[in-house]
């Protein structure tokens, strides 16, 4: 068994060996013949025609090859070259075209910027002298330094100044504007609901449709006992009218009350207290909560009245004040 393997692998090997002679003197009879072809040389003759003389040279096949092979390297290099210059300058155009756009988009957002700029210019006055009424002061303050205000957004624009564009800037301080704005306006809010707080809470409102017939302060007596001072406004109206609360609070007295005849008496906050006198009858009792715009009773002339009409009255701390600026809006 061994014998015939290795009887087989002799022969394998001899024919592998073999061949790869073969091959090779075949290669090398390729070879030869290529040298051979290559180094056969042509002879070239140049026969001018006012001349005798005749011009001749040999060349052989390899020089021949040789520039025959530069020459279509160097047309093909050439048609590459034009081609990819023709791609470049249709780059250049799509770029120059877009440059374009890109430069009218600018110029068009500088002038929204500019805009943009002037409006915030001219509500500046007005947000501060919201703001300083808000506070309550007439000094002037600053409440455009929004302190550390995208800092290190700010301190990267810094450093890249010569390249970057000038609007940025701007925006950027349009937004640190817009920033204070809101903040002011919040504070301004605030103010602005609690004293809506607070007038809702103070008698502002008129007590009942009609016309005023006798105003706050000195006057002629209507009952002709010379001059009087009057605590409080008469509103004329027909007998019936309803009269109503100015300001939320408590019904500290209703009924009869001597001069004010029938009248009802209520308690505000702050300190306010309003009465409403010469009544037709009274609509509420004594301890009775009440909101502003309630129905309180209705106009008459009881007690010391010349006609139909509520005697309006406001104190502050028992002191009787004049309505009329309670009620300035609503005439």
């Known amino acids: 068994m061994r014998f015939k393997i290795r009887n087989y692998h002799s022969k394998v090997s001899k024919k592998y060996y073999e061949n790869y002679f073969l091959l090779k003197e075949k290669k090398n009879k390729i070879w030869k013949n290529i040298l051979e072809k290559g180094h056969e040389k042509m002879t070239v003759m140049l026969i001018p025609h006012d001349e005798k003389k005749i011009f001749n040279f040999q060349i052989s096949n390899f020089i021949i090859l040789f520039f025959i092979s530069l020459f279509v390297v160097v047309l093909v290099t050439s048609s590459y070259a034009v081609i990819k210059n023709r791609q470049i300058k249709n780059e250049e155009k799509r770029l120059?075209?877009?440059?374009?756009?890109?430069?009218?988009?600018?110029?068009?957002?500088?002038?929204?910027?500019?805009?943009?700029?002037?409006?915030?210019?001219?509500?500046?006055?007005?947000?501060?002298?919201?703001?300083?009424?808000?506070?309550?002061?007439?000094?002037?303050?600053?409440?455009?330094?929004?302190?550390?205000?995208?800092?290190?957004?700010?301190d990267e624009l810094l450093k890249n100044k010569r390249i970057v564009p000038s609007e940025i800037f701007a925006m950027k301080e349009i937004q640190k504007d817009i920033l204070s704005s809101t903040s002011t306006i919040?504070?301004?809010?605030?103010?602005?609901?609690?004293?809506?707080?607070?007038?809702?809470?103070?008698?502002?409102?008129?007590?009942?449709?009609?016309?005023?017939?006798?105003?706050?302060?000195?006057?002629?007596?209507?009952?002709?006992?010379?001059?009087?001072?009057?605590?409080?406004?008469?509103?004329?109206?027909?007998?019936?009218?309803?009269?109503?609360?100015?300001?939320?609070?408590?019904?500290?007295?209703?009924?009869?009350?001597?001069?004010?005849?029938?009248?009802?008496?209520?308690?505000?906050?702050?300190?306010y207290e309003t009465i409403y006198g010469h009544m037709r009858a009274v609509a509420v009792g004594k301890g009775t909560k009440v909101n502003k715009g309630d129905r309180i009773g209705y106009v008459g002339m009881t007690g010391n009245a010349t006609g139909n009409h509520c005697h309006y009255e406001i104190r502050l701390g028992d002191i009787p004040i004049n309505p009329y600026p309670y009620m300035s809006r609503m005439w």
């Open 186 to 271: 919040k504070t301004i809010k605030n103010f602005v609901d609690v004293r809506s707080k607070v007038i809702n809470d103070m008698p502002s409102i008129i007590p009942n449709p009609g016309h005023i017939s006798s105003l706050f302060g000195w006057r002629r007596s209507p009952f002709g006992h010379g001059r009087d001072f009057h605590t409080g406004i008469d509103i004329a109206a027909a007998a019936g009218t309803p009269i109503r609360a100015t300001a939320p609070g408590v019904v500290v007295s209703a009924g009869f009350s001597g001069g004010y005849g029938i009248a009802v008496r209520i308690q505000h906050k702050f300190g």
């Open 96 to 154: 120059l075209m877009s440059y374009n756009d890109i430069r009218a988009d600018l110029v068009r957002y500088e002038k929204l910027t500019d805009e943009i700029i002037d409006i915030m210019d001219d509500l500046k006055p007005e947000i501060e002298e919201l703001y300083q009424l808000a506070v309550g002061t007439d000094e002037k303050v600053d409440i455009w330094s929004y302190r550390d205000y995208d800092k290190e957004t700010m």
